[in-house]
């Protein structure tokens, strides 16, 4: 169930059948979550806080060409689409008028995960579900960008794909 404040600010959230997965907290961002799975913001180039964080060889412009430079020094490429693919980790950037506003990253179920701000993470079925200019919506989906998977990534997919056989 989500709290009604987050389907305020995220109204397509419900009907995407989004669910909570984490409490609200203002101590990391999308940033971090997608890249990382850190507790840090990965967003002010200069330490204002324990748990700021900006990697290193990331031009500090806040461009949108930044957070996808960001991901590719990641291992991510370019692709072009969202669909789910069995030995690709994907993740979403989203833009308003071309300034970066959200990342989100697919799971291992083909869902995806969110960090919304500082409200709770969410795992949502489609991308569409946070585009728009509603509430705290993020604009639309710019980039996508993919990397292999790992060992761990691909026996976890393997063993859901298994499991939903036989459920």
């Known amino acids: 169930m989500l ?12 009907a995407d059948g989004a669910t909570k997965s984490s409490d609200a907290t203002e101590q990391y961002n999308c940033i971090a979550w997608s890249a990382n799975r850190d507790k840090k913001q990965w967003w002010q180039p200069i330490k204002e806080e324990p ?24 291992g991510y490429k ?9 030995f690709y980790k994907k993740v979403a950037l989203y833009a308003d008028q071309d300034v970066f506003t959200h990342v989100c990253d697919q799971l291992n179920s083909g869902e995806w995960w969110s960090k919304l701000a500082a409200y709770e993470d969410v795992k949502h079925n489609s991308l569409e579900a946070l585009e728009g200019n509603t509430g705290n919506e993020y604009g639309k989906v710019e980039q996508i960008l993919k990397k292999r998977c790992d060992l761990f990534d691909i026996l976890a997919r393997t063993f859901r794909k298994i499991k939903l056989r036989f459920n």
Do not use: N, T
């Not at 709290?3 to 419900?14: D, I, R, S, T």
């Not at 060889?57 to 590719?72: K, N, Q, R, T, Y």
């Open 3 to 14: 709290p009604p404040a987050l389907v305020k600010k995220f109204p397509k959230l419900p």
């Open 78 to 86: 370019k692709c072009a689409g969202s669909h789910f693919e069995f």
């Open 51 to 74: 748990w700021d964080y900006w990697p290193p060889g990331i031009p500090v412009d806040f461009s949108f060409e930044s957070f996808v430079l960001l991901f590719e020094k990641r």
